[in-house]
T-cell receptor
Framework: DAGVTQSPTHLIKTRGQHVTLRCSPI?????VSWYQQVLGQGPQFIFQ???????GRGNFPDRFSARQFPNYSSELNVNALLLGDSALYLC????????????FGNGTRLTVT | QKEVEQNSGPLSVPEGAIASLNCTYS??????FFWYRQYSGKSPELIMS????GDKEDGRFTAQLNKASQYVSLLIRDSQPSDSATYLC???????????FGPGTRLSVLP
């Protein structure tokens, strides 16, 4: 079975630009979450979507937005990129109920110059 | 603000020894606890989950949970150089799907 897939793998942008990251969950998983991981730190929660509705939002500015599509795939958008947005962006899917764990994709490495 | 704390390490153990990784959390309503392994440059990989007080064993891994002390640990028996990675502790309550991660402990198993 295919795991969580993310695209692109790597991305280089300049300050002020916009970026869109994409994620396809494991088949049957209805929840998608996005995390930002800066080098040397644990993943920080950005968004969680379940059944196409936003169920949680972390402490990130409004430049960050996301959505989930009817096929449960998801996009993370970041506007007006800052140097500090450089990080590994992780998408994780889960069944979305109870104690179900997160299953992570390989991540998108974003570098802002 | 929910917090999860871990010793950042690095924790160095010789090959064949037991590695002990610790995690504390601040939110008493937390119900689900997870350990993830992350190799350098890779994404986190689920190792174990634990929901009830006590021990849970899976191969060379044992997770221990003490909700009264708000403490979770991971023991790795017969440590191998391939176990060298960063180990992330994650905590979730039952009200949502927001997982709070600790900063991770870097483990180095020396041949």
């Amino acid at each position: 079975d295919a795991g969580v897939t993310q695209s692109p793998t790597h991305l280089i942008k300049t300050r002020g630009q916009h970026v869109t990251l994409r994620c396809s969950p494991i088949s049957g998983h209805k929840s998608v979450s996005w995390y930002q991981q800066v080098l040397g730190q644990g993943p920080q929660f950005i968004f969680q979507y379940y059944e196409k509705e936003e169920r949680g939002r972390g402490n990130f500015p409004d430049r960050f937005s996301a959505r989930q599509f009817p096929n449960y795939s998801s996009e993370l958008n970041v506007n007006a990129l800052l140097l500090g947005d450089s990080a590994l962006y992780l998408c994780a899917s889960s069944v979305g109920r109870g104690n179900s764990p997160l299953h992570f994709g390989n991540g998108t490495r974003l570098t802002v110059t | 603000q929910k917090e999860v704390e871990q010793n950042s390490g690095p924790l160095s153990v010789p090959e064949g020894a037991i590695a002990s990784l610790n995690c504390t959390y601040s939110d008493r309503v937390s119900q689900s606890f997870f350990w993830y392994r992350q190799y350098s440059g890779k994404s986190p990989e689920l190792i174990m989950s634990i929901y009830s007080n006590g021990d849970k064993e899976d191969g060379r891994f044992t997770a221990q949970l003490n909700k009264a002390s708000q403490y979770v640990s991971l023991l790795i028996r017969d440590s191998q150089p391939s176990d060298s990675a960063t180990y992330l502790c994650a905590v979730k309550d039952n009200y949502g799907q927001n997982f709070v991660f600790g900063p991770g402990t870097r483990l180095s198993v020396l041949p």
